[in-house]
C-alpha cells in the first residue's frame, strides 16, 4: 500500500519507527517530513499529507505530533479525509469498518511506540465494511467544501 507519512518535531522519533517499520512490511511510504531540529507548525505537515490522500496518490495516510489530536484536526479539514486518532485496538479497527477513515494520527508523547506499530498494521489492515455505514459516510462527504 502506498502511504504518506508526516509529523512534526514532536512526532519525528516515532515517525522514523513507523516509517522502517511499515517498509520492512513492503508498504511504499512517502515521507513527507519533517527533518528540521527546530519547531514546525503540525497544520502544514498534516495537509501536506491530507492532500496527498484526497488527490488520491496515496492510498491512506499517517501522522505524528505530539498527541495526535492537532494533526487529526487539521487533516480533517482537506475535503475527503477522514482522520482519526486511534488509541487501542477496538477503536483502530472500527475506524476503518465503520468510518473508512483515510488518515491515522498518532502522539509520540502520549502513545507507546510498540503499541503504535501494532496499531498502524491493524488500522492499515482493515477494510471498511460498507453497507449500513455507506449511509452515514456519504452524509460527511456532503459536508466536504471544495
Known amino acids: 500500500m502506498k502511504i504518506a507519512l508526516a509529523s512534526d518535531h514532536a512526532g519525528k522519533k516515532l515517525r522514523a519507527m513507523l516509517r522502517d517499520h511499515l517498509a520492512q512490511r513492503g508498504h511504499e511510504l512517502v515521507d513527507?517530513?519533517?527533518?528540521q531540529e527546530g519547531s514546525v507548525d503540525y497544520p502544514d505537515f498534516a495537509v501536506e499529507v491530507a492532500k496527498r490522500v484526497a488527490a488520491g496518490e496515496a492510498e491512506r495516510?499517517?501522522?505524528?505530533c505530539g498527541t495526535g489530536l492537532g494533526m487529526a484536526i487539521a487533516a480533517n479539514k482537506v475535503a475527503g479525509i477522514?482522520?482519526?486518532?486511534?488509541?487501542?485496538?477496538n477503536t483502530t479497527r472500527l475506524s476503518r469498518e465503520h468510518n473508512d477513515a483515510n488518515?491515522?494520527?498518532f502522539g509520540e508523547r502520549v502513545q507507546d511506540p510498540e503499541l503504535v506499530l501494532r496499531l498502524a498494521d491493524l488500522w492499515l489492515e482493515t477494510g471498511y465494511d460498507g453497507g449500513?455505514?455507506?449511509?452515514r459516510i456519504e452524509k460527511i462527504r456532503s459536508l466536504d467544501r471544495p
Open 32 to 35: 513527507l517530513g519533517t527533518d
Open 61 to 64: 495516510g499517517i501522522l505524528v
Open 103 to 105: 488518515v491515522a494520527c
Open 82 to 89: 477522514r482522520a482519526v486518532a486511534p488509541y487501542d485496538e
Open 132 to 135: 449500513r455505514h455507506e449511509r
